[in-house]
């Protein structure tokens, strides 16, 4: 894999099962990998459900292959060196390893709202 079209800065996230102060279920994500990553958006579109506009995103993230990743995780990207606040935030819809050559993975992706949870 050429590593110049590998210019994004990404963390995959893990979910994890914490429990707060009165003992419920609270999912959160860890970052558990950083990786230089290439992202591609393919297709997007906007229709009204439920009286609001929606908006859908799909993506295409390439990255060295990593072995050990799931459609549980997602990914971070971090926008601009400077202002490192601006996060994007996808959920990993299928995880693909092009020719089993264990040379890339090919994470297909919704993009996600600003918190890191899906626009449902």
């Known amino acids: 894999m ?6 994004h800065r990404v963390w995959i996230q893990a979910r994890r099962e ?9 999912w959160t994500f ?5 990786r230089w ?3 591609e958006p393919l297709m997007g579109r906007e229709y009204f459900a439920a009286s609001q506009v929606q908006s859908d995103v799909t993506t ?15 990914v971070r990207h971090v ?12 959920e990993i819809e299928s995880v693909l390893v092009p020719n089993e ?15 890191g949870w899906r626009n449902a």
């Open 79 to 90: 926008r601009g060196a400077e202002s490192p606040t601006i996060d994007d935030f996808y």
């Open 60 to 74: 295409r993230i390439r990255l060295r292959y990593v072995e050990g990743l799931t459609p549980k995780m997602r």
């Open 18 to 26: 914490t429990q707060d102060a009165t003992g419920s279920v609270v």
């Open 37 to 39: 990553a290439s992202i």
């Open 30 to 34: 860890a970052d558990w990998l950083q």
């Open 2 to 7: 050429r590593s110049g079209p590998l210019r």
């Open 101 to 115: 050559g264990r040379r890339e993975t090919v994470l297909m992706c919704r993009k996600m709202d600003g918190e």
